[in-house]
Every structure is written in structure tokens, then in C-alpha cells.
């Protein structure tokens, strides 16, 4: 006598995953089949000798989430927000201020954004964790970097009002036959902003684009980056 | 369930918000870390796969269906993860037995502890334990992923059917097969429900 189409009902009883008609059925069949009765034994030794290599399962570890504002898209927007507004003021002195590395003697921050990415960028290693603490790449925070913008503010403002008494004693020393008229300086002035216009649309064109790439950049080395890092548990070190 | 679904949480992942992915994280950890150690037991490569599931999960999230189970998904990612390491390590039960001192168990039930006080007993349990283990080792790997789920899991036959992408009835016909082969290898060894004879 073959009972093979009871063998999936009998599993099913194993792990009381049958239904309730499907069991009186089975309760029929086993009252009359010694056969089916031994195997359902069977498999509860089996079931029970299983149970007994059930692991214990360790303390999970914590799971350390890692950001990376660098990467994530509202800092990109709020970096270039800065850098364009680094630009603007900048653009307005027409000497013009570099940019970057002379925020104050602060950390470079625009720096970080405006360098080309190295190429060999695909590479790049995954952020470390020491003890929990996130050991940081390359990126800064926000509180940072409203430091560096409010010491860049201030150092403008030193050098515009420097600039201006420059130009004011340079004015007052000219015989007045060559100073401009009104309507020759508002020319000048507007040849002068079309100018400051074209230059700075250039470098935002520029700015944007670099941007753009490096976000795609980005992208492609995505599985390279570990934006998660399970720690251990306290007091052990991740390798 | 309070707030959103693993669903609504995944979709928020999608666009962009890191804080759902958090979320994610802090509910599914423990179930997956549970879930993947017990597939392969070593607590520094379950620790490693349940990061690079997560990793997964956040990257592929755009692939993830709408109308599909999150932890379905999940559990689908973190048992290809687990199959390829088993794979690279070839030999399940070797690798099962290996302990690692730094990472305590949790505490037993107290049920368990009741019986723990005698040392030889607790002795014989564990190699009981080692036996089983190494037996479970030398069945099938589709058999085995079934029983772990099924036993050490206890997963519903339609989760896991969910998860392995097949019908209940081979489910079922896995977990008869390999109870059956579980116990033909014990038996090898004279090895019982009641004792080692
Ligand atoms: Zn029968």
C-alpha cells in the first residue's frame, strides 16, 4: 500500500501546520495504517534529535550606520549652495579672492568639492570604525562649515572696506577733469557687471558640471562604499 | 504594527531618506542576524553577511517589487549571501562547530539552565549537539536550509516556500526528506532519540 500523498499531511501534523479537516482526515487514516503511524514516529525523533543542535545564537552586534554627507544628496545641494555663494561674493571684488585653501586657515571646504576626484577614486576604502566612532574621510560637517563661512564673511568684509578706502583715496587724488560723470560710470559699471556676469556663470557652469560628474562618480563606486558598518559588541573590535 | 510598514519604509529608502533606512535596520537586525547565524554559525561571517544584506537592501532598493514582502526579500538576499559563503567554506558542519569565544550566548531559558547543573550531562548535551550538527551536515544543503528554517527558525512552510521561490509541497517534501536523511546518518552511528546506544 503506498501513502506517499499522506507524507506531506504527515509533516504538516509534525509541526501542527495542518487544518482542521485536513487533520481529521489524517486522524482517520492513521487509526487504520500502522504504516503512516511509524513514520509519523519517526519523524518526531527526527524532529526532536534536530531540535537539539538548534544554535544558540550569539548577542547580535550592533549595526553602525555610517554617513557619509559627501555622498548623500542634500549636502551636495547645500555644498554647492555654499560654493556658488562663495563665488558671488568672491566674483564681486574684482581682484578676486581664491578660493579654497585661504578660508581662514580653517579646514579646507570647498576644497574637498572643487578638486577633481583622483582617478583611481573607484578604489576607495570603506570608512573605518574604531571603537563605534566613525573615522572621517574627507567630509566636513555642518557646524563646520557654517565656521569656515562666517570667517570667510568676515575676512570679505575686511577686505572690501580695505578695497574701498583704497579706491575712495585713489578717487581723491585724481585731478578732476579725470573723473568720470555719472553716466560714464554707470556704463563702466555695467560693462563691468556684464563681465563679472559671463565670468561667473562660467565657473558656476564649470562648478555644476564637476558636481555632476563627480555624483556620478559616485554612483559607480557605490558597492565600494560601506555606508553600514556592524560594529561589534561593546568592547569588540571590528577587524 | 505602529508606524509605517517595512514597505512604506522601503519606498521612503528609495527616495532618498536615510532615517527610514535606519528604521529598517532596527527592526530587522535581530531577526536577520538570528536568521543568518543559524544558516551558517559563525558569528563573524553572520555579522558580515547581515551588513552586506543590509548593503544590499539599500542599493537595490529600487529593484524591490511594490506589492512584495520586505522580509521576504531580505530573507531572499541574506540566504544567497549565506549559500555563497557556505559554498567558499564548502563544508557546513566543519564550520558549524568552530566557537568564538568574544561572543557570549545568549542566557539559556531557565528551563535549560534547570538541567545545565550537572557537568556531565552538560558535557554529554554538547557533544549530542556536535554529532547532530555534523550529521545535519551531511545531508542535501536544499534539505538542510528547509529543517534550519523550519526548526531553529520556526517559519511558517509558506515563508519559507515564499522565500526559496517554490511551491509549499517541495517545501514539505524537503523537510521529510531531510528529517528522514537526518536521522539514517545518526543512526550510522548508533546514535538515538534516547541516547547514544
Ligand atoms: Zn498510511
Redesign the pocket.
Known sequence: ?S?VH?KELLVEQLYEELERDKALALEH?LAD?A??RHELEQLRQARSLLSEAKPEVPTLPRVVMLRQPTFHRPWMAFAAGFILCALLIGGGIATGVALGPKLGGSQSTTATVLEPLPQDAGNAQAPQVIDGTPVRNDFVSRDELNKALANYGARFDERLQTKGNEILTRVGQQPPEMLLTQDELNDALSIFDRQLENRRRGQIELLVDQLVQTEARLKAQEDALRILVLSGQPGVRPE | MHGPTDEELLLAVRSGDNDSFGTLVARWERPLFHFVYRMISRPEDARDICQETFLRVLNKAHRFKPGAKFSTWMYQIALNLCRDQLRKKRRWSAVVVERNSDFEPEPAPSAVLQVEDNPAEAAERTERRQLITQALGEIPAEQREVLVMKEFEGMKFREIAEILGCPESTVKSRMYYGLNGLKAALAKQGFTAEGVS
Open positions: 500500500m501513502c499522506w487514516h495504517c504504516e503512516c
